[in-house]
């Protein structure tokens, strides 16, 4: 079964820590995405990527920023945690050729801030 | 920019019952997809159905069918015997399409769906 795999379920880490939320997929697919999701906000895009060593901002990318160095694992890096930071994170591949594919999603992680 | 409306926060259905969830978009581009998500309390995110805006006929899965109005930019989602299972939030989204590579997705801020037995 494909599957795209976030590292942590649920995280808490303190005001200031870097912290990495790693996201691997096993469908080599050429594109991937983090997500942030608040309620009553919906999905908004931080970052993504659509070739190794690429990525482009998305439309929230302040605070973060991403690395993706080998195909299949995509990182998403918070330099200083900040508590309006706290929230869920979701991460989601594609193939390059796209067309009417559907995203795959991570099962997301749950980062609190404190 | 394109953006996603889904205008009700909040919706309730009986068990058994049809309920139309709705979402609207605004895009220039004549060409695009568009999709429903559910995501239930597990917050594995689950592609419901698929419409290709090129295509006039509305996609159909199952108990969930839509109704794709691209003139008024209308992207409704139908979910006929609605089931306990059914209850989750639902997400409307749309992507362009791009020359060589994929469109991010867009979504709407979501749907939260109760369903009553």
């Known amino acids: 079964d494909v599957k795209v795999t976030q590292s942590s379920r649920y995280l808490v880490k303190r005001t200031g820590e870097k912290v990495f939320l790693e996201c691997v997929q096993d469908?080599?697919?050429?594109?991937m995405f983090w997500y942030r999701q608040d309620p009553g906000l919906g999905l908004r895009l931080i970052y993504f990527?659509?070739?190794?060593?690429?990525?482009e901002k998305g439309d929230i990318p302040e605070g973060y920023s991403v690395s993706r160095e080998k195909k299949e694992r995509f990182s998403l890096i918070l330099e200083s945690a900040s508590t309006n930071q706290t929230s869920m994170y979701l991460c989601?591949?594609?193939?390059?050729?796209?067309?009417?594919?559907?995203?795959?999603f991570g099962s997301g992680t749950r980062l609190t801030v404190v | 920019a394109q953006t996603v409306t889904q205008s009700q926060p909040e919706m309730s259905v009986q068990e058994a019952e049809t309920v139309t969830l709705s979402c609207t978009y605004d895009?220039?581009?004549?060409?695009?997809?568009l999709f429903w998500y559910k995501q239930p309390p597990s917050r594995q995110m689950i592609l419901v159905i698929r419409?290709?805006?090129?295509?006039?006929q509305n996609a159909t899965e199952n108990r969930f069918s839509v109704n794709f109005q691209k003139a008024a930019k209308s992207f409704s989602l139908k979910i006929s015997d609605s089931q306990l299972g059914d209850a989750a939030m639902y997400f409307c989204a749309y992507r362009g399409l791009r020359q060589g590579g994929s469109e991010k997705l867009v979504f709407g801020k979501g749907t939260k769906l109760t369903v009553n037995p």
């Open positions: 989601a591949s594609i193939p390059s050729q796209g067309g009417s594919y559907g995203y795959t």
């Open positions: 469908m080599d697919h050429e594109n």
């Open positions: 895009t220039s581009e004549s060409d695009y997809y």
């Open positions: 419409q290709e805006a090129y295509k006039q």
């Open positions: 990527s659509y070739d190794v060593k690429m990525k």
